[in-house]
């Protein structure tokens, strides 16, 4: 059995303002997502991304946005079409730590 909660480090500028590069979130495995939740997907080749969920198929793909207002900074759903619900990890409780502020 693995443990509930899981973190993971943001790496890019996708989720741009919620959340920087350097956040650290805290996270809880599920197989369920609602529409407006940040959740965490495993992509192949890629590793774990975090996305909010814009949309829920019927069949429970997903449709992920990156919150960055330049959807040139997010590649996600705009780039990728609908994404399997079994490449669900868990959604996003909180941050826990910021990232350290950019100098210069």
């Excluded at 997502?33 to 774990?48: H, M, S, T």
């Excluded at 207002?69 to 079994?86: H, L, Q």
């Amino acid at each position: 059995m693995s443990w509930p909660l899981f973190a993971v480090e943001v790496a890019g500028r996708s989720m741009h303002p919620t959340y920087a590069p350097g956040d650290w979130l805290l996270c809880r495995r599920t197989r369920r997502a609602a529409v407006g939740a940040v959740i965490v997907i495993e992509r192949a080749g890629v590793g774990l991304v975090v996305k909010r969920v814009s949309q829920v198929g019927p069949d429970g793909a997903l449709w992920l946005l990156g919150d960055s207002a330049d959807p040139a900074a997010s590649t996600d759903s705009r780039t990728w079409g609908w994404v399997s619900g079994d490449d669900l990890r868990g959604r996003v409780l909180l941050r826990y730590r910021r990232g350290a502020p950019r100098r210069g």
